[in-house]
């Protein structure tokens, strides 16, 4: 088993920056990749980043590229996601999840484990 807790949630204006972060523990041996997901109020959970913990690969959806930055530090065991120029678009429930495939996967069947989320609100 792998627990994770995410942190770093809260309110922010429109254009300001928030810092999630997402600390591993339990068997984190067998993951091979870290993602973040969000989900909005009556809509699907959607990929955002993802990283491997290995090489350090990044993955980004269109709709963040240049705004979000994923990270790891492997001696912590822990997942960052930096957020920039927010939108109040991305409004929503931020989660983290833990994959055990060596392919790093941008959907959520491609995650074995997953934490308890953390609100992200952006006001306009």
């Known amino acids: 088993q792998v627990q994770l807790v995410e942190s770093g949630g809260g309110l922010v204006q429109a254009g300001g920056s928030l810092r999630l972060s997402c600390a591993a523990s339990g068997r984190t041996f067998s993951s091979r990749a870290m993602g973040w997901f969000r989900q909005a109020p009556g809509k699907e959970r959607e990929f955002v980043a993802a990283i491997s913990w290995s090489v350090g690969s990044t993955y980004y959806a269109d709709s963040v590229k240049g705004r979000f930055t994923i990270s790891r530090d492997n001696a912590k065991n822990t997942v960052y996601l930096q957020m920039n120029s927010l939108k109040p678009e991305d409004t929503a429930v931020y989660f983290c999840?833990?994959?055990?495939?060596?392919?790093?996967?941008?959907?959520?069947?491609?995650?074995?484990?997953w934490g308890q989320g953390t609100q992200v609100t952006v006001s306009s």
């Open positions: 999840a833990a994959s055990i495939l060596y392919r790093v996967a941008m959907t959520p069947l491609g995650y074995d484990y």
